[in-house]
Each structure stands twice: as C-alpha cells, then as structure tokens.
C-alpha cells in the first residue's frame, strides 16, 4: 500500500474527517456505531482506488474525497449488515458491532448509511456517478441473495461461485475505479478499463479471504478462522477440493458443512483435505492471474507515478496477511 500511500495518504485522512461529518445525526447511536466501524482500522481499499482512479484520469478538482467517503459508508453498510447475517463476533480483530449493540441496531445503522450514502452521491452532481454506484448497492444486495442460495452447496461451481463474489465484493471496487474515471473525464475506453481493474483486483482480494480463512490466525485476519465453513460457505478452496476428493473425503466435508457448530477437529480435518488436495495453492494462482490481468487493463493509461501506484496495490492484495 506505500506506493498509494505516499501519493494520496493526505487524501485518505481527508476522508476519515469526512466520513465523520457525514455521521452526523440527531440519534447518538448512529454516530457511536459508525465511528466504533470506521476507527477499528481497514484498508481502505476502496476509496483509495477511487482517488487513485480519479488522480490517473487526470482529475484535479475538489469532489474526490467526499465521493470517497461516499465509497467508506457503503462499504461500511454492507459490513453491519454482512455481520448480522453471517453472526459475525469478529471484524477487524476487534468485537463486531452487531456483538456490542444487537443485530437490530447493526441492521438500522446500515440502513442509514446506505441512504445517507445516496443524498451524499447526489451532492456530487454528477448523474453518471449516480447511476454507477446505485447500479453497484443493487447488485451488492442481489451477491448476498446469491451467496445465501449457495449456502451448503457442494456441487457449487467455481464458474457460480466467481459470480457471486463479482456481485458481492467486487462490484464496489470496481465502481470505485469507474466513479473516479468518471471525475477525471477519462475516455470510455478509459472508464471501461478501470472499472475492469477494479472487478479483477476485488475478485483477487476477495479470494485471498477465501485462502486467509484456512491458513491465518485471528490475530492475523481480524475475524474468526474457519468461520466461512462453519456458515456453510463453499469458496474457491474448498470447490478445488470437492473435485479432487474422494467419495469418503466428499461425505465427511459434506457432515462438517452441514453442522450447526463446528469443532476445531472439524475444521482441522476439512483445512487438512483443503491443503493436500492443493485448495490454498489453487486459489493463490487464480488470485495472481486476476491481478496480471489488471496490469493489462491499465495499458490505457501513460506510465506514471499513480499508474505505478495502482499496480502496486493490485500486488499487495496477494501479499496481505490480513
């Protein structure tokens, strides 16, 4: 992330001072949940990719950093609500929202960012960025139907899993990348570009996940190990697995996924067959070909230091640890 950092780190403080004037509120517990979300770290990967995108589109103006923050509530509405749903005790390292204040609180406060994040886009003025990140919390909210629907499924295909994580976590980056065209003027060859970059980079970050929920420690990844298969979630490691296993191997991940609660024998057993079978192997090369595909999506663009910038980012996505 330094590469980024050292050209929009400004940018970036800029963006937390805006997130939280945009929590203002007459209900405190708005404001106290959103602030505990926002200060118990992250990435921001997204709105950093939406200053980056909008830097190497030549954009010069005032509007980034509260489009960026923009990109930080919806993100951070679909987490609350991800939380609740998946029972989530774990973001980020620390007790989840939804663990301190209840699912309905988590649920209402979501509901609030994603409508202040609206009211906050119209602001901007700009109907193309409108249409963009609206297109995106829609299909955001049809991913997480999908991801429900696949629940314990172990026929699921890698080629319907790829669509469900396109849906679920990379739409929003890649309309970060495509909003920040947008601001930029940047060509429709340009805006395409970037929007493509932004939906690989999310389809690597959000299969890494897949990986670190195998091989991390909490302290590393921030949420509980192990969790996605304990909620049934079939993702690319496993799907490796299931078509490389045996009939026996099959049945006994079949018992596992279907357990309300899971032991850590289980778990050890299931990540056991996920690393012989060459899951964790699998989806670090699936992940490397997405991020070499967004080098390539970045040839629109003149060689520059935030054209450097973005190609770096795609690279820590395979490298993190957390």
């Known amino acids: 992330m330094q590469a980024a950092l050292n050209i929009i780190g400004e940018d970036l403080k800029l963006v937390e001072e805006q997130f939280r004037i945009d929590l203002q509120s007459d209900v ?10 926002l200060s118990s770290g992250g990435k921001r990967v997204r709105p950093a990719l939406l200053l980056l995108a909008a830097r190497v589109s030549g954009y010069t103006g005032n509007q980034a950093v509260p489009l960026a923050s923009v990109i930080e509530f919806i993100h951070t509405a679909t987490l609350l609500h991800d ?86 976590t990379a739409i929003l980056m890649s309309a970060a990348c495509e909003a920040g065209a947008i601001l ?66 099959r049945a006994i991940i079949g018992t596992v996924v279907e357990q309300d ?20 192997d699998y989806t670090i090369q699936a992940a490397r070909t997405y991020i070499d595909r967004c080098k390539s999506h970045l040839e629109q663009f003149e060689p520059s230091s935030v054209h450097e910038a973005l190609i770096s980012l795609s690279k820590y996505v395979v490298t993190r640890s957390k």
């Not at 405190?28 to 979300?37: F, N, S």
């Not at 429900?148 to 499924?153: A, F, I, P």
Request: charged share 25%.
């Open 28 to 37: 405190p517990l708005i404001r106290k949940v959103g602030e505990y979300v």
């Open 83 to 168: 939380d609740v749903v998946d029972s989530a005790s774990l973001r980020r390292g620390i007790a989840s929202a939804n663990t301190l204040w209840g699912n309905e609180a988590s649920v209402l406060v979501g509901d609030f960012l994603f409508s202040k994040s609206f009211s906050l886009m119209v602001k901007v003025g700009s109907l193309d960025i409108l249409r963009v990140l609206s297109d995106a919390t829609t299909v955001i909210a049809e991913g997480e139907v999908m991801q429900l629907l696949c629940t314990g499924e172990l026929d699921l295909t890698e080629e319907k899993y790829t669509d469900v994580v396109r849906s679920k």
């Open 184 to 249: 930029g003027s940047a060509t429709g060859n340009q805006q395409r570009a970037l929007a493509d970059f932004g939906m690989d980079l999310g389809i690597a970050f959000q299969l890494m996940d897949d990986i670190l929920d195998y091989v991390a420690t909490e302290e590393e990844f921030g949420k509980s190990i192990g969790h996605d298969l304990e909620e049934g979630k079939i993702t690319l490691p496993l799907i490796h697995t299931l078509r490389q296993c045996s009939e026996d191997e």
């Open 261 to 280: 609660e899971m032991s850590l024998q289980d778990f050890r057993t299931v990540s056991g067959l996920v690393k012989q079978y060459g899951g964790i």
